[in-house]
């Protein structure tokens, strides 16, 4: 039997089909994990695996464990609208909202994939700024963290993330909804 293209070989395979489908929606999320070092003028080149994903502009904020977190316009928008909503009645809410939207500035990527990173966001960041000129780029689907390569190390070391306990609640909480849409499909 000749197959005569790729839609009918994957109509004759589905499973390579929804196999392929299920890659390429995993593709679509930002991935990796990068080393690049800050210039004198505190730009940073972001991995052509990364930027081929994000826009031309970003937007950077300050995030967790002394970061920063790069995202598309888009992302922010969504991320931003859900913080807006738990309102400012909590005093750990306001500052969240200070620190995220106050903090945050949109950021030019240009030809070459550099970015200038804002002093006063770097302030936090950097553990010191003469020595502390390599940065850890990670990928987190769908944003790009930025950490000082001192304090990512240090994080390392002192294994703030127990990567076991955190895979098991993941797990844990993919196994409950896909039971839990299945029921309620069922319905």
């Keep these: 039997m000749k197959i005569q293209g790729i839609d009918e070989f994957f109509h004759l395979n589905p499973f390579i089909s929804i196999q392929l489908r299920g890659w390429r929606e995993m593709a679509n ?25 994000l826009d031309a502009e970003v937007v950077v904020s300050r995030w967790y464990e002394h970061s920063l977190a790069l995202f598309t316009e888009s992302e922010y928008a969504l991320f931003a609208e859900s ?7 909590d005093r750990n809410t306001r500052l969240a909202r200070r620190e995220i939207f106050g903090g945050a500035t ?6 070459q994939g550099r970015m200038s990173l804002p002093d006063r966001l770097l302030e936090g960041v950097l553990m010191r700024e003469d020595m502390d000129r390599d940065m850890v ?18 994080m390392e070391k002192e294994g703030q993330v127990n ?16 039971r839990a849409a299945g029921e309620e499909a069922a319905n």
């Design 137 to 154: 780029i990670l990928g987190d689907w769908n944003k790009v963290l930025l950490f000082s390569g001192l304090r990512f190390r240090d």
């Design 83 to 89: 913080l807006h909503a738990q309102g400012s009645s």
């Design 106 to 111: 949109l950021v030019g990527i240009d030809k």
């Design 163 to 178: 990567l076991d306990e955190a895979l098991s609640k993941v797990e844990a909480t993919a196994h409950e909804s896909k």
């Design 29 to 53: 999320g930002l991935l990796g994990h990068f080393v690049r070092s800050l210039d004198d003028k505190n730009r940073i080149v972001l991995p052509p695996e990364l930027r081929s994903r």
